[in-house]
């Protein structure tokens, strides 16, 4: 089974009706969801920027942002088209697309200042670190300004195998290693137990 249909199968999975966004996308709160909005922009403006969200699911986070910010154009896409249907009956102010941008990516060089994805890197594909790179060069070449992603934490007390975890050492060492001196890497713990987020500048 390929990385993106074990992505499928796990959201699909979590399809259940009438179940709150934060249920469906496998987390485990509302306020635990809140907090990880949080930690990927607290150190960001994002007024006026063009935005994308990777994974962005039921569109809980263009609803978190909308709270904090004016003027952003907001981009969301994610290739489970229950999502989408859900995300686009809500009325946001943003485009909603069901798409695979790791197979055909439709985005320009530099067509966003801004790019988020929040538990993208969750599940355990076998080849995550990889995975992470590969997708770290795609944001790299769509995103003008700052790449923002949350991972579980290898600290985590509950750990379970169908999860991938890291350290921010690890991945701030392999994106060094593939980006040497390019980013400049911010490292935000703390808001939960069994998270962590980096935010990668330009």
């Not at 999975?13 to 249920?23: L, T, V």
């Not at 590969?134 to 300004?145: A, G, P, Q, R, T």
């Not at 593939?178 to 330009?202: A, M, R, S």
Request: glycine residues 6%.
């Amino acid at each position: 089974m390929g990385k993106i249909e074990k992505i499928k199968e796990y959201y699909n999975e979590n399809n259940k009706p009438n179940h709150p966004g934060y249920s469906l996308l496998g987390w485990e709160s509302d306020s635990a969801q809140q907090l990880r909005f949080q930690a990927l922009v607290d150190s960001l403006d994002l007024n006026g920027k063009k935005i994308l969200d990777i994974g962005c699911g039921t569109g809980d986070f263009l609803q978190y942002l909308e709270q904090r910010f004016t003027d952003f154009s907001y981009t969301g896409v994610d290739i489970l088209e229950h999502m989408i249907s859900i995300a686009k009956s809500k009325k946001l102010k943003g485009i909603f697309l069901c798409v695979d941008v790791f197979k055909a990516n439709p985005f320009s060089k530099n067509e966003f200042e801004a790019i988020f994805a929040s538990g993208t890197f969750n599940i355990n594909l076998g080849n995550n670190k990889k995975f992470l790179i590969d997708v770290l060069k795609l944001f790299n070449d769509i995103s003008s300004e700052t790449i923002s992603f949350n991972l579980l934490n290898a600290n985590s007390s509950d750990r379970e195998d169908k999860y991938f975890y890291s350290s921010p050492d690890e991945i701030c060492g392999l994106i060094n290693v593939e980006f040497p001196g390019h980013f400049k890497i911010e490292v935000i713990e703390g808001y939960l137990q069994n998270d962590f987020t980096i935010v990668c500048y330009k």
